[in-house]
């Protein structure tokens, strides 16, 4: 049984940080409904209550609400439109917080390296200095990334699909590379 519009809003106002209660609100007049489910907005309290821009809040997002589960998925204020994110979500974007691209094979080893590098992948080497560990994200160089694809399948984490699935998408157009989507369940990438 489908979710009422008062259901969705009740969980996105339980899901508001206790500590900005009063400060954040629902934006009700601003909720939109899908086939898929609601998209509600959550903003200054000061702006709901005036629509004043000077009050709004600035990287609040919105929260899309699952019709038929009520699950919750927040919509970074980074996302380009509601209808950008409904594309990303019937594809099954949204289905992990944590992506992992496996490359199963490869048919053309430059393009697949060039298509890879446009990713941006980073790893993580802690390094320790006045006892602060120090953990700064460094992009795979072309090298590391043809190294990784000797050994095959070859595993990066992506982290977020709102940041990598549209690129994810022209690659399914070409046939340089094979490769699977799947949960991260731990791993880290590695140089």
Same mark, same amino acid.
């Given at each position: 049984m489908p979710i009422t519009l008062w259901q969705a809003l009740k969980s996105v106002t339980e899901k508001i940080d206790p500590n900005s209660m009063g400060l954040v609100s629902v934006d @009700?007049?601003? @909720?939109? /409904? !899908?086939?898929e489910g609601y998209v509600v907005p959550i903003n200054s309290k000061e702006y709901v209550d005036s629509r004043d821009d000077a009050k709004a809040l600035c990287g609040g997002g919105s929260y899309f609400v699952e019709l038929h589960t009520g699950k919750l998925i927040h919509i970074p204020s980074y996302v380009r439109g509601h209808e950008l994110f409904l594309t990303m979500y019937r594809l099954g974007y949204?289905? /992990?917080?944590n992506w992992d691209l496996i490359v199963t094979s490869v048919r053309d080893v430059e393009q697949t390296i060039s298509m890879l590098d446009f990713l941006r992948m980073t790893y993580i080497i802690p390094e320790e200095e006045n006892g602060v560990v120090w953990k700064i994200p460094k992009k795979y160089s072309l090298e590391q990334i043809a190294k990784k694809l000797t050994d095959l399948p070859a595993s990066f984490n992506l982290g977020s699909a709102f940041v990598f699935w549209e690129k994810i $998408? =022209? !690659? =399914? =157009?070409? $046939?340089h590379f094979s490769f699977d989507l799947t949960e991260n369940e731990g791993y880290l990438n590695t140089p």
């Amino acid at each position: 049984m489908p979710i009422t519009l008062w259901q969705a809003l009740k969980s996105v106002t339980e899901k508001i940080d206790p500590n900005s209660m009063g400060l954040v609100s629902v934006d @009700v007049e601003r @909720v939109l /409904y !899908f086939d898929e489910g609601y998209v509600v907005p959550i903003n200054s309290k000061e702006y709901v209550d005036s629509r004043d821009d000077a009050k709004a809040l600035c990287g609040g997002g919105s929260y899309f609400v699952e019709l038929h589960t009520g699950k919750l998925i927040h919509i970074p204020s980074y996302v380009r439109g509601h209808e950008l994110f409904l594309t990303m979500y019937r594809l099954g974007y949204t289905k /992990y917080d944590n992506w992992d691209l496996i490359v199963t094979s490869v048919r053309d080893v430059e393009q697949t390296i060039s298509m890879l590098d446009f990713l941006r992948m980073t790893y993580i080497i802690p390094e320790e200095e006045n006892g602060v560990v120090w953990k700064i994200p460094k992009k795979y160089s072309l090298e590391q990334i043809a190294k990784k694809l000797t050994d095959l399948p070859a595993s990066f984490n992506l982290g977020s699909a709102f940041v990598f699935w549209e690129k994810i $998408e =022209k !690659f =399914k =157009k070409y $046939e340089h590379f094979s490769f699977d989507l799947t949960e991260n369940e731990g791993y880290l990438n590695t140089p």
